[in-house]
């Protein structure tokens, strides 16, 4: 099974149809939710995304209430919590990319457990995906089941 790991600008999405690329983001959640793939996050992911939802209510995109739902949603989500690489590989790939720490976290911890690193950040994926190539694009992104089902019929 495809372990994946998923920034919060991938996850944020699952809460919020309106945004680009919300229907790949729910590829990925749908490939989770049906066994599909391991679903790996740091640990500081529920802190990250509960801020997103903070983020997206000031700014309109959901009401508190909706906002209060999305946080209940995300603490209950059972994608796999890992602890966080050592802070150095992670300030190394910071200084070797031009991304902050945060950022980087999340392509150290996918080098640690050897998955895919897929994000909707495009400085951060223009950044890293030409020498790292477990970096990937939202949108390029296809449901296992349907890479499945491509694998089967001989790539056609």
Known sequence: MPSLVV???VAIKWFNPAEALANCAN??????VHGRVDLM??????????NGMNKAVARGDLTAEEGRAAV???LAIQARRVPLPPPD???ELAQRYQR???????????QHVGGEFWTADRKLYYAMHESLAFVRWLGDYQSAEAASD???RGGL
């Not at 590829?27 to 989770?32: A, E, N, P, S």
């Not at 902050?100 to 996918?110: E, G, I, K, N």
């Open 150 to 152: 491509k694998e089967n």
């Open 100 to 110: 902050s720490v945060y950022d980087s976290w999340y392509v150290a911890l996918a």
């Open 89 to 91: 590989e992670s300030y």
């Open 7 to 9: 920034d919060a600008s």
């Open 27 to 32: 590829l990925i959640r749908d490939d989770y």
């Open 41 to 50: 996050v740091p640990a500081f992911w529920d802190y990250e995304m509960v």
């Open 72 to 74: 209940r949603l995300i």
